[in-house]
Nanobody, 123 residues
Framework: QVRLAQSGGGSGQAGGSLSLSCVAS????????KAWFRQAPGKEREGVAV???????NYADSVKGRFTVSQANADITHYLQMNSLKPEDTAMYYC?????????????????WGQGTQVAVSS
């Protein structure tokens, strides 16, 4: 059984940086796409960034140029580096993995999800 364990996040100030990590464990973990999503109180879950096994990346317009998604460790770990933080980045962040290739940042159809990590940005 595959499990995604998240770490990082926490509290930061506007203009600062935070990072998130997502480590997979279990057998037969071979997703084509890994991603980060977020959900703010009262809002729907939205895509933040995805990275495919071929290295291609997609970002939500709201984070382009500020956030960077990457992967390492034979692709069992993926990261989200968040720079130039804004108060509107405050949300619960989730990592996820998908068997198929991701052409966008939609949260539909992901096979595995992390437990969620809170990110709070103060002005």
């Amino acid at each position: 059984q595959v499990r995604l364990a998240q770490s990082g996040g926490g509290s930061g100030q506007a203009g600062g940086s935070l990072s998130l990590s997502c480590v997979a464990s279990g057998d037969d973990y071979n997703p084509a796409c890994k991603a980060w999503f977020r959900q703010a109180p009262g809002k729907e879950r939205e895509g933040v960034a995805v990275i495919n096994s071929d290295g291609t990346r997609n970002y939500a317009d709201s984070v382009k140029g500020r956030f960077t998604v990457s992967q390492a460790n034979a692709d069992i770990t993926h990261y989200l580096q968040m720079n130039s933080l804004k108060p509107e980045d405050t949300a619960m962040y989730y990592c996820a993995a998908h068997f198929g290739y991701c052409s966008g940042v939609s949260p539909v159809g992901f096979n595995y999800w992390g437990q969620g990590t809170q990110v709070a940005v103060s002005s």
